[in-house]
């Protein structure tokens, strides 16, 4: 699988001429800092919990999943807790949301095709489910309290959790379609390629929202 690295946030320079590569990596760094609490997640609790039902379901037919599938949909628990943070807000719906995407993709087993991206295959049904539901809901949950930044991840000193509210702030400020970028591509590592195929859009535009992204960060920021 093609891989992009939190040198996503550095590279294609031609493309975000007016930021430093040390702006643009810091800025990486401050992403992982605020979800990093999450690279574990999904390794013990309801979400292996439910997998190891899945599994125990398909043996009572004779079947399993393949190797493939089942690896990524381990693999890819801590990304799609991730993206699904970025795109509710809240800690409790981004685990049902994870929950409902491995139960498509449990279901839509068939629909996967051995050898390609199980991450991008997820990343799909994950963003197509929710909005699916958010096509219902007339707004997106508020977070006044900073509960959403405090789920993160484990509480730094003082002065970094300043910091990362102030990224988590600065999050919550971008468009949709640019926070989803920075996530697909800065924390969960995919190809401009794979997140433009989860995205339903063209590569150009993915390259186009990072670099927006990154612009508007940095003038958040300061």
């Given at each position: ?145 900073e509960a959403y930044a405090a789920a993160l991840s484990i509480a730094p000193p003082q002065e970094d959790r300043l ?60």
């Amino acid at each position: 699988m093609p891989s992009t690295t939190m040198s996503s946030l550095a590279d294609a320079g031609q493309e975000d001429p007016v930021l430093s590569l040390e702006v643009r990596e810091h800025l990486g760094t401050q992403l992982r800092a605020l979800y990093g609490s999450l690279d574990a997640f999904g390794a013990s609790g309801p979400l292996h919990a439910l997998m190891e039902r899945l599994d125990a379901a398909l043996a009572a037919y004779g079947e399993t999943l393949t190797a493939e599938v089942r690896a990524g949909m381990a693999e890819q628990m801590p990304g799609l807790m991730r993206f699904a943070l970025s795109l509710t807000k809240d800690r409790s719906r981004a685990e049902d949301l994870v929950q409902e995407t491995l139960m498509r993709a449990w279901r839509s087993r068939h629909t996967y095709e051995a050898g390609t991206n199980v991450a991008g295959w997820l990343t799909m049904i994950l963003r197509n489910t929710f909005y699916s539901h958010h096509r219902k809901r007339s707004h997106e949950v508020e977070d006044p309290d900073e509960a959403y930044a405090a789920a993160l991840s484990i509480a730094p000193p003082q002065e970094d959790r300043l910091h990362l509210q102030d990224m988590h702030v600065a999050m919550g400020q971008l468009p949709p379609e640019q926070r989803e970028t920075l996530v697909l591509i800065v924390l969960n590592n995919l190809s401009y390629e794979e997140a433009a195929l989860a995205m339903g859009c063209k590569v150009g535009t993915v390259k186009s929202r990072m670099s927006r992204a990154r612009e508007r960060l940095s003038e958040i920021l300061g």
